[in-house]
């Protein structure tokens, strides 16, 4: 796996692994809860403050957040929820979806790997 992508870590996590599912929508997670994966799922929002993952939050292998800081609502509830995070991350490609990707929030910054 490569390099594709880095940020903010919430917490120190051990990397995980998991298919990549971008969620703009509630609908987005409305579609992936009626699918019931059994497969890991490693999603990725645009904004910190999205709130429509909150029914999925723990079933999750960890968050891609595009925006905000740990103190944001996604880097708060991945705290509680003990979900590896990275925060304000910078792509320099997005993997497509369904493709297995690996978040480390092991060093200091957080890495997406796909």
Do not use: N
Not at 30 to 53: R, Y
Not at 82 to 101: D, N
């Amino acid at each position: 796996m490569r390099e594709v992508g880095r940020g903010t870590r919430v917490f120190e996590a051990a990397p995980v692994r998991g298919s990549w599912r971008p969620m703009h929508s509630p609908e987005d997670v409305l579609a992936l809860m009626d699918e019931d994966p059994s497969d890991p799922i490693i999603v990725m929002v645009k904004d910190a403050g999205a709130t429509f993952l909150a029914p999925i939050f723990e079933d999750l292998a960890a968050v891609v957040c595009l925006s905000g800081t740990p103190l944001s609502h996604i880097g708060i509830v991945s705290r509680e929820y003990e979900v590896p995070c990275i925060m304000s991350a910078t792509l320099t490609e997005e993997p497509h979806l369904g493709f297995e990707v690996e978040v480390d929030c092991s060093g200091k910054q957080g890495v997406l790997r796909a």
